[in-house]
């Protein structure tokens, strides 16, 4: 793994006009790498139909609070995403996220993405407990978020068929108090 060097920076924010190329040229490719790794157990045709009408409606409306781009130095290099579990206002949020290219995989951009998203979503909602859901195959998610505290919730038995193995489906929850929010850069 070769660790992200110090002078690049991680933040997230709305959605520009500009991110649009990028995002649909990540979203809109079947053949692209992250859909083995996110969900690669639903049907690969719906999943690129879905996407591409995804694509779409992010062209046709603004940016939105629940959904921000990654941003790496000032490029857009993936997304984070949340909505609540009904009913809505019961306090439990579902957390997602994607780092478009490989080349980013692996070098804490997920970790230190992941750690803004979690203290932004404690911070503007009601949340008492969030989670992430994915699959026992995706190493890098379910290492990413325990590094944050999560902790395993659920594990459904073999319930997820990715390229002809069974993995368990794997949920992973945070309390509200237990999260440490990062404290301010040390200084110099
Ligand atoms: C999942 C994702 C967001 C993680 O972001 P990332 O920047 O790659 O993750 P990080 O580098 O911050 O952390 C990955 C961790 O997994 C570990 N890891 C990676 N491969 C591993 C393996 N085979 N075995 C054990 N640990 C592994 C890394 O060592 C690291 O842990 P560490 O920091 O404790 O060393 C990113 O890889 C991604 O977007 N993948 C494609 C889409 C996806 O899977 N989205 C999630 C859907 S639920």
């Known amino acids: 793994m070769s660790p992200l060097p110090p002078a690049q920076t991680v933040t997230l924010r709305g959605r520009r006009p500009r991110d649009l190329p990028v995002l649909r040229r990540w979203?809109?490719?079947p053949q692209a790498e992250w859909r083995k790794w996110d969900a690669p157990y639903?049907?690969?045709?719906?999943?690129?139909?879905?996407?591409?009408a995804y694509v779409e409606q992010l062209e046709?409306?603004?940016?939105?609070?629940?959904?921000r781009v990654i941003d790496l130095d000032g490029e857009?290099?993936?997304?984070?995403?949340?909505?609540q579990e009904e009913p809505a206002g019961g306090g439990w949020w579902d957390l997602g996220i994607l780092i478009y290219d490989p080349a980013h995989?692996?070098?804490?951009?997920?970790?230190?993405?992941?750690?803004?998203?979690?203290?932004?979503t404690f911070d503007e909602t009601d949340a008492h407990v969030l989670t992430f859901t994915t699959w026992a195959g995706n190493t890098r998610m379910i290492r990413a978020a325990q590094r944050l505290g999560?902790?395993?919730?659920?594990?459904?038995r073999e319930a997820r068929l990715v390229d002809g193995v069974r993995y368990?489906?794997?949920?992973?929850?945070?309390?509200r108090r237990e999260w440490t929010p990062p404290g301010p850069p040390p200084s110099r």
Do not use: K, Y
């Not at 639903?42 to 591409?52: G, P, R």
């Not at 999560?150 to 459904?156: C, D, G, L, P, S």
């Open 76 to 83: 857009c290099v993936g997304m984070v995403n949340r909505s």
């Open 150 to 156: 999560f902790q395993e919730a659920a594990r459904i």
């Open 60 to 67: 046709r409306t603004p940016t939105r609070s629940d959904e």
């Open 105 to 120: 995989w692996n070098r804490g951009i997920g970790t230190q993405a992941l750690r803004l998203w979690v203290t932004a």
């Open 42 to 52: 639903f049907h690969a045709a719906a999943t690129t139909a879905s996407l591409l």
């Open 168 to 175: 368990d489906s794997v949920r992973l929850d945070l309390l």
């Open 27 to 29: 979203l809109a490719d």
